[in-house]
């Protein structure tokens, strides 16, 4: 009987020590917030690659215009138009990864710099969180001023 006593106490003391380490652990966690969106539209080059893909979706969409109108066939016409669509898509894509590494960069560096463990999409964010959109579109503005 008292073998067993000890046996939960000991298992009501490790829970007891776990669930404290685990406290301390989440306790130093340091938590930034960040707006992808605004950051994004105000990425130095967001201007230019914005007309880039305008252009490359103008093409695509005259394209397929031109491939369609030789079709009689729907089914191939809605082919094409996928096809065209897609494309365009990834050559959006493309463009814009250049934007979405200088922007990882940044956050990186800011979080560094402030002693940040997680940074988290403001939006899914109740409450709480260090922002540092701020921080992170002077990082851009200071990398792209030269």
Known sequence: MVSNKKMVLLAVLAAFILTMVAGVALAE???GVIEPQKVLFQHPKMTQVQKQVQA???KKQDEAKAAIDKES???KK???YQTKRNEAATEEQKLMAPLFKDIDLAIRSIAKAKGLTIVLDK???FMGGL???DDVIQELKKKFSN
């Open 56 to 58: 490359v979706v103008q």
């Open 131 to 133: 922002d540092i959109t």
């Open 123 to 125: 939006a899914q964010v």
């Open 29 to 31: 966690e340091k938590i």
């Open 78 to 80: 809605a082919e094409i």
């Open 73 to 75: 066939d729907n089914k």
